[in-house]
Nanobody, 124 residues
Framework: QVQLVESGGGLVQAGGSLRLSCAAS????????MAWFRQAPGKEREFVAY????????YYADSVKGRFTISRDNAKNTGYLQMNSLKPEDTAVYLC?????????????????WGQGTQVTVSA
């Protein structure tokens, strides 16, 4: 079993930055990948970014590439999502997730464990 807790969301103006954190407990964090998804009201859950357990590999949705950076500190059992140049369309609840096998997929159905989410609101 693993527990994930996100933090760092908030209200920011367009062009601003936020850094989200995802604190993990309950398993050896460095052995498993981490991903960020987001869900806006009335929309499906959307893949944002993925990082391998070792942090060697990262993957991004086209909509955030060049603006968002995913990272992790395995010593602190914490993952991060640095979000720069935020746009109003980035407004959503952001959730971190993990799964047992360390292979890349953007399919939310593949992830077994989820945090409760943190709200990010970007004003125009």
């Amino acid at each position: 079993q693993v527990q994930l807790v996100e933090s760092g969301g908030g209200l920011v103006q367009a062009g601003g930055s936020l850094r989200l954190s995802c604190a993990a407990s309950g398993r050896t964090f460095s052995r498993y990948p981490m991903a960020w998804f987001r869900q806006a009201p009335g929309k499906e859950r959307e893949f944002v970014a993925y990082i391998t357990g070792s942090a060697i590999g990262t993957y991004y949705a086209d909509s955030v590439k060049g603006r968002f950076t995913i990272s992790r500190d395995n010593a602190k059992n914490t993952g991060y999502l640095q979000m720069n140049s935020l746009k109003p369309e980035d407004t959503a609840v952001y959730l971190c997730a993990t799964k047992g096998a360390d292979y890349y997929t953007s399919a939310s159905s593949a992830y077994n464990y989820w945090g409760q989410g943190t709200q990010v609101t970007v004003s125009a």
